[in-house]
């Protein structure tokens, strides 16, 4: 096959997320490869907040600790104050994103400034490579007005984290450049009946996630409803229907095909380094006091 061949991707697994609760009773459903962390590569986890009820996320996430990959925290509604060990702090605030890596060790805590009103966000997890796993945590943070934001079609809307994408002859590129695993991640939201075609480099790994309403996947039409994961072949061209109003993430990356061994906050390669990460965290070695996390 010719390497300028469309080849179009089809859903080939589908996973519904499940109701859990995270930090300090907060009520979220969660997409995580079951059995096996390597699932999609380089993706490790992906935690929706959605509720109108402060009871379910009020408690927030108080503090504590990453090592060896990479979160991406994006709000649609509401405000979430970031703090960490080091006293740096920021607000999260809709349309805001978040993207910090972790990397030797961060400890922090993410808590909602509202008593009231909906909260609605995501928090995605990537892994880092082995050769990256031990370096020095860093944190990006963007507003709303810094996600490029294009309309195309009949009122649909996609707002571009990370990657570049052309949508009816406009390419836009997100603010997110320079992560080993070269993602995408675009927020799309979309009117009934609506079409949607896009390139993407093959061998990705692609996931969708809806969020809101239903998708038709490929040429067979495979259905993937709201709050479920999908997981796409590869190809070199994403198709897809909403069959609904809709909104959902897209999420592209290089797999790293390295092994991965996690327990709670520490993602690793070895056993042996997750219990070295247990350790500096027990012992008050996880972080570094003189070591300044980049912003930028």
Not at 43 to 59: P, Q, R, T
Not at 233 to 247: H, L, M, P, V, Y
């Amino acid at each position: 096959m010719s390497s300028q061949t469309e080849q179009p991707r089809v859903l080939t697994k589908l996973q519904p997320s499940v109701p859990a609760t995270d930090g300090d009773g907060v009520s979220i459903q969660r997409n995580v490869a079951h059995g096996a962390p390597q699932t999609f590569d380089p993706f490790l986890l992906l935690d929706e907040i959605a509720s109108d009820e402060a009871a379910d996320y009020i408690g927030g996430f108080p503090e504590h600790p990453h090592r060896g990959f990479e979160t991406v925290t994006y709000m649609l509604e509401g405000t979430m104050k970031h703090r960490d060990h080091l006293g740096n702090e920021g607000l999260l605030e809709s349309g805001g994103v978040q993207w910090m890596t972790a990397g030797r060790g961060v400890l922090h805590s993410e808590m909602p400034q509202q008593e009231s009103g909906r909260l609605h966000g995501f928090q995605l997890w990537v892994n880092l490579p082995a050769a990256q796993k031990m370096t020095a945590p860093r944190y990006r943070e963007y507003s709303a007005e810094q996600i490029p934001a294009i309309g195309f079609g009949r009122g649909n809307l996609a707002r571009v984290i990370a990657g570049t994408f052309t949508f009816a002859g406009q390419t836009v590129a997100g603010p997110v450049q320079g992560v080993s695993t070269q993602p995408d991640y675009i927020d799309m939201n979309l009117n009934a009946g609506e079409q949607v075609s896009l390139p993407v480099d093959r061998g990705k790994r692609v996931l969708i996630y809806v969020y809101r309403g239903q998708l038709a996947i490929g040429a067979d039409a495979r259905p993937l409803q709201q709050q479920q994961l999908g997981e796409l072949s590869n190809g070199n061209r994403i198709e897809f229907t909403a069959t609904a109003d809709s909104g959902l993430l897209l999420l592209a990356g290089n797999p790293i095909g390295e092994p991965v061994v996690n327990w709670g906050p520490f993602v690793m390669n070895t056993r042996e380094e997750i219990e070295q990460a247990i350790s500096d965290y027990r012992n008050g070695r996880l972080v570094s006091e003189t070591s300044q996390p980049a912003t930028s």
